[in-house]
């Protein structure tokens, strides 16, 4: 038998079988490598599919989105922006920057926050937002834009509301003439709320005016207005503003009295008071008094103080009320005590008080032609009611301010009602309407006043309720 050598590259066999297993191997791993791949084809599928959802989940959820426009409006807002956005127009007196200094004094150093006030409002949502102290100055809403028919709402933004108070206010007192700006617009009359004049037109000539002054009502206001007044040459006037009474005063120039007329109504007074102690007589009066005016025949007329004493004297003299009413014509205030010392050594005192009304003549002498003991530039105002039923004014006047007594308008009682008085109409602070009763249901419309009362300008509302059965 034929033995052959030993081959150490194996026999036929063996190669074969190792070819096997080497191609089994290769088949194992690329199996294994193509199932890792599906494995991470389908995690990657997987993963988009659920990004997908989630976003989808996402925007079905209000949640989200309202914070977004939270945050987008209200976390460091523009308040004049939002007034535009909201789509707010303002008035021919104010605007986005009144609403802007406004919120500005309203917010302060207050957070603000916002809660869902509301759900399924035709399909949308409603949210407030609110300042610390639970004042509310906005809401805004979200609607579902994918449609009701849609099993995925998604929610945007939809509109905005503001909600602002406008309870500020303003008088202006302002000459005749005189036109008063709020904000760069000009009042006109039917604005005009109170008239004064001064006692003085009670002792003038017809024609011949003292000092005028016309108050001007503004009211619905955001924020403390930009008043200036204009003479009717178009000329700035100057203007005070009172913070207790709320009023702008244009600062009404007045001539000041000079030395020479000083020295002349100081001596015309203490001609007067000589006279009345006999110290002074007739012609003596008529180098300072009309003769044939009411002031000299007053003074004649009378019975003289005294004439019997030792001596006199006059005190310092005050002067006031100098008033020019035209370059004809001026009254000036004097006031002194003329001391009167008896026979007997006691002293009897003379008050000198007299408002004295003084005229240029023809001939260039000036003289006096009234006097009074009256504050001669003590305003005598009227204001004006204004009465309201369903909206409607019917009936408005100018009454005396310090009337004892009122003619209320006689209305018709709608039927099945009855009439329970007037109200005042006014806002409080947080932007709330309060009717107050002003005057209830009277005799005859008529209601007495009473002395010492000084009545104000008033819009009056007429108010009913129904017939009890």
């Known amino acids: 038998m034929t033995t052959g050598r030993y081959n150490s590259k194996g026999s036929p066999s063996r190669r074969n079988a190792r070819r096997r297993i080497s191609n089994g191997t290769v088949a194992f791993y690329m199996g294994f490598f193509i199932l890792i791949l599906a494995i991470l084809v389908g995690l990657c599928i997987g993963m988009v599919a659920l990004n997908n959802y989630l976003k989808n989940f996402e925007r079905a959820q209000p949640t989200a989105k309202s914070q977004e426009v939270f945050q987008q409006l209200f976390s460091n807002p523009n308040w004049a922006d939002l007034y535009a956005k909201a789509g707010e127009k303002g008035t021919i007196y104010e605007g986005a920057d009144a609403y802007a200094a406004h919120m500005q004094k309203v917010v302060g150093d207050q957070k603000l926050s916002y809660l869902e006030t509301s759900a399924g409002l035709s399909g949308g949502k409603k949210y407030i937002v609110r300042l610390d102290n639970k004042q509310k100055v906005a809401e805004f809403t979200l609607q579902n834009v994918a449609g009701e028919e849609s099993k995925t709402p998604q929610w945007e933004f939809d509109k905005l509301s503001l909600f602002y108070s406008c309870n500020e206010d303003a008088f202006i007192a302002v000459q005749p003439g005189h036109t008063a700006y709020v904000n760069g617009v000009a009042l006109d009359d039917s604005m005009v709320v109170a008239k004064s004049t001064t006692v003085a037109e009670d002792y003038l000539p017809n024609g011949i005016h003292g000092h005028q002054e016309q108050v001007l009502y503004i009211s619905g206001l955001m924020a403390q207005p930009n008043v200036t007044v ?8 100057e203007v005070t503003y009172n913070a207790e009474t709320n009023t702008y ?14 020295n002349y ?13 006999g110290a002074a007589n007739k012609a003596n009066l008529r180098e300072y008094f009309d003769a044939d005016a009411s002031a000299y025949k007053t003074i004649v007329g009378i019975d003289t103080w005294m004439q019997d004493y030792k001596d006199y004297r006059f005190g310092d003299p005050t002067i006031s009320g100098y008033y020019r009413y035209s370059d004809n014509l001026y009254s000036v205030r004097v006031s002194m005590i003329l001391y009167v010392t008896r026979k007997e050594g006691t002293v009897k005192e003379y008050s000198l008080d007299s408002t004295y009304f003084v005229e240029k003549k023809a001939s260039g002498k000036w003289l006096i032609t009234n006097m009074t003991n009256k504050d001669v530039q003590e305003l005598k105002s009227q204001v004006k009611l204004t009465y309201i039923v ?70 009056l509302y007429a108010r009913f309720e129904r017939e009890s059965a």
């Open 249 to 262: 005063t244009e600062n009404a120039s007045r001539e000041a009295i000079s030395d020479e007329f000083r």
């Open 230 to 237: 204009k003479d009717p040459s178009g000329n700035p006037v």
């Open 265 to 277: 109504i100081i001596t015309a007074s203490k001609v007067y008071g000589k006279y009345m102690i």
């Open 390 to 459: 369903n909206n409607e004014i019917v009936h408005s006047e100018f009454v005396d301010a310090n009337a004892s007594k009122l003619t209320l308008p006689n209305i018709t009682v709608p039927e099945g009602q009855v009439f329970s008085g007037w109200f005042q109409k006014t806002t409080d602070d947080s932007g709330k309407t309060v009717m107050s009763l002003v005057f209830g249901p009277q005799k005859d419309n008529i209601v007495h006043l009473g002395d010492g009362k000084t009545l104000i300008p008033l819009v």
